[in-house]
């Protein structure tokens, strides 16, 4: 399976500044997926990101608070702007990989907000 | 018709139990349905996944159990043990590969 990593794995942020998240993995992949799950939550999508084309946002979430970038087949960023106490959450990003294109799962990075 | 509804919210098992999962889904579109497991503080690590052309699916201790004309599926965990102890997601899509709606998980307790 695909080796995913996360940077950062944790951050306290204040209010009203932005973070970015970048996810790396170790091989190429088409498509690579954000989302967010809140404390003892399921995991929610925020959009997906394909390489070369804008990110598809679902609904309740937009490019101007959730910018994506994914500038190749291994690498993509999702900046998490003008925070609230609200956004503190676990961001987490997947890709499909494999003969039956599973999807695989960073380690997450955890974002409180004071 | 997006989601998929998981049950129990919780569930507490003896060690060398069964522990039985259940999710149900509406959308007849969906032909890919994983389970993940998540541990305090990691990313949920996949499981076990099926599709719906075979109604079980075996993987040493984690059994899937499928049901197409009822929209149902259900995870087995056999001879459950205290390590098995996390929260267990069911999933669904569309096509392998895209993204996944998520049940809102079952938080498992093996007790010794």
């Known amino acids: 399976s695909a080796v995913i990593s996360q940077k950062p794995s944790r951050d306290i942020c204040q209010r009203g500044t932005s973070l970015t998240i970048q996810c790396q993995v170790d091989s190429q992949v088409t498509m690579m997926f954000w989302y967010r799950q809140q404390p003892g939550q399921s995991l929610t999508l925020i959009a997906t990101?394909?390489?070369?084309?804008?990110?598809?946002?679902e609904s309740g979430f937009v490019i101007d608070k959730f910018p994506i970038s994914r500038p190749n087949l291994t690498f993509s960023t999702l900046t998490v702007s003008n925070m609230s106490p609200e956004d503190s959450s676990i961001y987490l990003c997947?890709?499909?990989?494999?003969?039956?294109?599973?999807?695989?799962f960073g380690p997450g990075t955890r974002l409180t907000v004071l | 018709q997006q989601q998929v509804k998981q049950s129990p919210q919780s569930l507490i098992v003896q060690k060398g139990g069964i522990s039985i999962i259940n999710c149900a889904y509406e959308n007849t579109a969906f032909d890919y349905f994983p389970w993940y497991q998540q541990f305090p503080g990691k990313g949920p690590a996949l499981l076990i996944a099926?599709?719906?052309?075979?109604s079980e699916k075996k993987e040493g201790r984690f059994t899937i159990s499928f049901n197409k004309s009822a929209k149902q599926f259900s995870l087995h965990i056999m001879d459950s043990q205290p390590g098995d102890s996390a929260t267990y997601f069911c999933a669904a899509c569309n096509q392998a590969g895209t993204a996944l709606i998520f049940g809102k998980g079952t938080t498992l307790s093996v007790s010794s």
């Open positions: 099926i599709r719906p052309d075979v």
């Open positions: 997947s890709v499909g990989q494999g003969t039956d294109n599973e999807q695989f």
């Open positions: 990101a394909n390489q070369g084309s804008e990110a598809t946002y």
